[in-house]
T-cell receptor, first 118, second 112 residues
């Protein structure tokens, strides 16, 4: 079946511009996550959506970052007034259900969007 | 201190070698533990979950020591196709939605 898809695969933008990154999770998956991977850095959690619950935004690095998930499916990560330090690969993942007591369902990652801010 | 720490490597080994990766985590309340594999310029993929009793999947063996907050991955009879970055991953305390905390990754290069 279809996996997690992300678009665009590559995005080059100028400092100060806004960008939108899109994620289509696996159909039926209720949990959706955004991570980013910077050069020389590990993957870091950004934000998590689960059903109709309020998203966990604890990983967003600044108020220039925001995300929404419409209809419990597609998600958009928006970065306003991009800075050079925002350059990274932005990865989306989905899982069938959120972490339950004592277990965490496998997260399936998309191919990522490589963002370059000039 | 990072929440999950790994030796970044690279580990350069010949085919057929046995190689071990280690990882430590700082939050004693961490709930679940995993090893992910990431090929160059690709997304991470789950390699295996890690349990206190230890678990094995073919040539791969994972161990967890909660008392020492230590996780290991052993690869026996390494293949060229094992070349990748291996990511140690934990989930934080119970009921935080399963977000993953990643180590920096350990790079493995298996040579003919």
């Amino acid at each position: 079946g279809a996996g997690v898809s992300q678009s665009p695969s590559n995005k080059v933008t100028e400092k100060g511009k806004d960008v939108e990154l899109r994620c289509d999770p696996i159909s039926g998956h209720t949990a959706l996550y955004w991570y980013r991977q910077s050069l020389g850095q590990g993957l870091e959690f950004l934000i998590y959506f689960q059903g109709n619950s309020a998203p966990d935004k604890s990983g967003l690095p600044s108020d220039r970052f925001s995300a929404e998930r419409t209809g419990g499916s597609v998600s958009t990560l928006t970065i306003q007034r991009t800075q050079q330090e925002d350059s990274a690969v932005y990865l989306c993942a989905s899982s069938p259900r959120p972490g339950l007591a004592g277990r965490t369902d496998t997260q399936y990652f998309g191919p990522g969007t490589r963002l370059t801010v000039l | 201190r990072k929440e999950v720490e790994q030796d970044p490597g690279p580990f350069n080994v010949p085919e057929g070698a046995t190689v071990a990766f280690n990882c430590t985590y700082s939050n004693s309340a961490s709930q679940s533990f995993f090893w992910y594999r990431q090929d160059c310029r690709k997304e991470p993929k789950l390699l295996m979950s890690v349990y206190s009793s230890g678990n094995e999947d073919g040539r791969f063996t994972a161990q967890l020591n909660r008392a020492s907050q230590y996780i290991s991955l052993l690869i026996r009879d390494s293949k060229l196709s094992d070349s990748a970055t291996y990511l140690c991953v934990v989930t934080p305390i119970y009921n935080q939605g399963g977000k993953l905390i990643f180590g920096q990754g350990t790079e493995l290069s298996v040579k003919p």
